[in-house]
């Protein structure tokens, strides 16, 4: 694959996200080629406050941006003249963080006369997807499932989506954060409950599933952290490995029957999950056992491509601007409430 300027080079893509908490740069070759993806987490910076603050993560993005793209540029053995194209997350997301990537891909974009693209965070998680597995493209039925954002999402193909269910409340990596406060555990909470809910007894505590007997596709998990705010209440004692494994069955079983009704229901052969809450291991599991019982093919990027990354960002830009001839003004503002 050549660069689009007319030389001889491989097509590089440096991406940029930074939506959120995490700072990341990645260069992919082509459209799905990873030569470098490198993350830095801002959690322990966060857990002292119970969950993300805003303004401390721009600045945190501001200091180390630059050296995470060095790195990154680093590892896939490039330099700044050899992109081809410069893509960061417009939105959605947090209005400073995306702001700090968005304005740091243009001036690159800028000073090289290299093109630029923004790039839909939630579009880019549907492509860790055409990462992981470029051999089986769409039709697909997509989750997206993190902590901003729960939905349902019929894959024509990339660049063309329907959207089918969406959260009318709580995210559920959202909702399990929540609990996680509730019940002593620091931010984010989503991996030590998966961890807890391994010990822990799934039908000690009778959790409502909401929304799972619905004839709509949307998603509702306020309720469930209501639930479990006041069994706490009453039941102070209550073994938090019960807890988790109470809460994880009731999400569990929301997303299963939500998203493999959806497959159902719009003929597709294939169920994608993606986003951070992709990576819990009960959720994994329960939905490829039900998947193969069902004939539908339940598909996860590794667990690196589930959390927020630049990979998915430069990936779905190069397509984005390979694929359909896209490029955006250097005037591009970011959109903190950007659908999809």
Known sequence: MTDSRGSDQPFLT?????????TSAAVVRGEAEVLSNVVYSQVDLHARYGGVVPEVASRNHVVKLPYVIDEALAKAGARPADVSLFAATSGPGLIGPLLVGLCHAKGMAYASRTPFVGVNHLEGHLFAHRIASPD?????????????HTLLVDVARYGEY???GTTVDDAAG????KIGKMIGIGYPAGAKIDELANHGDPAAIALPRPMEGSPSFDFSFSGLKTAVLYHVRKNPRERREDIAASVLASVVSV??????EAARRFHRGRLVVVGGVAANAHLRAALTAEGQARGVDVRFPPIALCTDNAAMIAAAGGFRHRELGESHPLSLSPD????L
């Open 14 to 22: 440096l991406g940029i996200e930074t939506s959120c908490d995490e």
């Open 136 to 148: 089986l493209p769409p039709p697909f039925v997509g989750l997206i499932v993190s902590g901003g």
């Open 162 to 164: 329907h959207v089918i």
């Open 174 to 177: 959202e909702a399990i954060d």
């Open 255 to 260: 997303l299963t029957r939500k998203s493999l």
């Open 336 to 339: 903190p409430s950007l659908g």
